[in-house]
């Protein structure tokens, strides 16, 4: 299996630079995985496609301001940094730029010397750990300090930093936002609560290996990086209950998709616990778990467009991207978009 077998061609226009001003007023597709038919909706109507007994499962990860600009100490060169996973109290694993010249031992300085840092090593791929030196609160100075790490296509500034989070994010540790949440309102939640639709939560902290180009020609050769995820006991419970009762677990996101699929044994139960994934989800995996899936449309041959891939069909996810593309749906994270079932 090739990576070239998931490209598709996509106007620059099509990617969407702005949220909605009201976040379920998205265009929403219908795909049916086993006969490919496909319908057109907005998202305000997901309900309809919700049953009595179902559970859907949340990613109630939060994004931290993680984008840091500052300046070498030593020659006040302009340093961005870009915050991925917190190795310990002071420490992270960061993407620096420019990474040539922060080599161990490179001092930085944040915010008038309200923060500081020291480049410790040089790890994998070229990311850097970096210790942090600061007094008081570092979420608190983040806070003040940092900014929100939209992705590179979008080009336009954020207005309102919330508008890059789930209305039901909690847990603080994301480099990037679980964007198929960012369609629901605490309104539509409480609607599909009231239809008997249970909701669980995970927490699968998105890194940005996630979002990596896939370099490799050939898809198996691709090396996932890990994030850290968290399933609680109520929530293994609720979802072997559902699979118990004859009820879907539909998943809103990659990353809750993810979540349950790394949390789950060789029988499909999902055992409650902490810990890391590196799983990759590609045509040929075997769901254990997922039955469903409400998810945004995913750049051209991305490990994204590979999971929805696995779960519909390479062909089918192609030419339901293709035909988006012709109806001029809205692309990528703050885009439409689509719900497999």
């Known amino acids: 299996m090739k990576t070239s077998d998931f490209y598709y061609d996509l106007p620059e226009e099509l990617i969407a630079q702005d949220p909605l001003e009201d976040r379920a007023s998205s265009r929403l597709m219908l795909l049916d995985r086993k006969t490919g038919k496909r319908d057109h909706t907005d998202f305000h109507h997901i309900i309809d496609y919700l049953q009595e007994g179902d559970c859907l499962v949340l990613n109630d990860t939060k994004v931290i301001p993680a984008r840091l600009i500052g300046q070498r100490e030593e020659t006040g060169g302009r340093v961005e940094v870009l915050l991925l996973k917190r190795k310990s109290d002071r420490t992270w694993e960061t993407l620096v730029k420019p990474g040539k010249k922060a080599r161990p031992g490179c001092r930085l300085v944040f915010g008038d010397g309200l923060l500081k ?26 806070d003040q300090l940092g900014q929100m790490p939209l992705p590179p296509y979008i080009t336009h500034e954020l207005k309102d930093k919330d508008r890059y989070q789930t209305v039901y994010a909690k847990y603080n540790g994301s480099a990037a936002a679980p964007t198929a949440g960012l ?46 995820y968290r399933v609680s006991q109520d929530t293994a419970d609720l979802i072997n209950q559902t699979k ?41 995996y075997q769901f254990k778990v997922l039955d469903g899936l409400i998810t945004n449309f995913h750049l051209p041959e991305s490990t994204l467009l590979m999971l929805v891939s696995a779960l519909a069909g390479t062909d ?15 692309f990528f994270s703050f885009g439409d978009a689509m719900l497999i079932l």
């Open 117 to 142: 840092a020291e480049v410790l090593d040089v790890l994998e791929e070229g990311n850097r750990l970096i210790q942090f030196f600061y007094d008081g609160i570092f979420e608190e100075i983040l």
């Open 183 to 228: 369609h629901f309102t605490e309104a539509l939640l409480k609607e599909i609560e009231q239809k008997g639709v249970r909701i669980a939560r995970v927490t699968l902290h998105v890194g940005l290996g996630t979002f990596r180009p896939v370099r490799a020609e050939n898809v198996a050769e691709h090396h996932m990086h890990t994030e850290n």
């Open 316 to 330: 089918t996810i192609m030419e339901a991207y293709q035909e988006a593309v012709k109806m001029r749906y809205r």
């Open 244 to 284: 118990k009762n004859g009820g879907r677990v539909i998943c809103v996101g990659t990353t809750s998709c993810r979540t349950v699929e790394s949390a789950a044994d060789g029988n499909g139960v999902v055992q409650a616990g902490q810990g890391d994934t590196s799983i990759f989800i590609y045509p040929g």
